[in-house]
């Protein structure tokens, strides 16, 4: 079958259609190289055609296919990062082709987590977390730590994706020292409490517990911040 074909899959050909999936998913500068336009064929298992081309050729389908419900399988994961923000804009998001339609994605791209209206965090096959990218970031669970342990920066990546991370990372830390601040304002208020406890005692056995509980304080903060870095350098 042709490339068309591929695409429309037994679908009505609808010329204005087709044009805006080819443009949506990329594929236009690909029918400039390939020998016969779109109307190329296409051996068996795509075998003429790149990993990144098959993707998008997957992907027009579904669009063209205008259904309601997307399972999206990672289909940004064979793409560069210039490409794969054009997908996303021009297809994925809620000014693309599927907006108004629901949209299973499924992926390992960490910049576009800002950009989804929902999250389900999977570890082990198992849900752990469900809820919006702030929440989920404020809670510093099992998404902020796994955020933390995986989010790099690439130089050739899109400027608006390197910016995107940057943020996310401005985010984890604004997350982490907050938390560390409430745990030290929690030792603060315990310490006060012992304090006038101890005025209660006498003198002698005042000094000794005051000594005592300075060297405790002092551990526990130091703790915390080790427990909080520890999670954001995982």
């Not at 298992?45 to 990672?74: E, H, P, W």
Request: proline share 2%.
């Amino acid at each position: 079958a042709t490339l068309r074909d591929n695409i429309t899959f037994g679908q009505e050909f609808d010329q204005a259609k087709y044009d805006r999936v080819l443009e949506a998913c990329a594929l236009k500068p690909d029918l400039e190289i390939l020998p016969g336009g779109d109307m190329t064929e296409i051996g068996e298992k795509g075998i003429n055609l790149s990993g990144g081309q098959k993707q998008r050729v997957s992907l027009a389908r579904a669009v063209y296919n205008n259904a309601d419900v997307y399972l999206l399988d990672d289909p940004l994961s064979a793409v560069d990062s210039h490409v794969g923000k054009h997908i996303f804009e021009q297809v994925i998001s809620d000014t693309g082709l599927l907006k108004g339609k629901t949209r299973l994605l499924v992926t390992h791209g960490i910049h576009w987590l800002p950009k989804v209206d929902n999250i389900v965090v999977l570890v082990g096959g198992a849900m752990t977390e469900n809820g919006s990218y702030d929440d989920l970031i404020s809670r510093g669970g099992e998404f902020a730590r796994f955020l933390a342990q995986y989010l790099d920066l690439d130089e050739d990546e899109d400027e608006e994706v390197t910016e995107t991370k940057r943020s996310i990372m401005q985010r984890l830390q604004s997350v982490a020292s907050e938390d560390i601040a409430a745990r030290m304002s929690g030792s603060d208020r315990g310490s006060e409490t012992s304090s006038v406890r101890k005025r209660k005692s006498t003198k002698g056995t005042s000094q000794i517990r005051s000594e005592s509980e300075r060297r405790s304080r002092k551990m526990s903060v130091a703790e915390v911040q080790a427990d909080i870095e520890s999670q954001v350098s995982k």
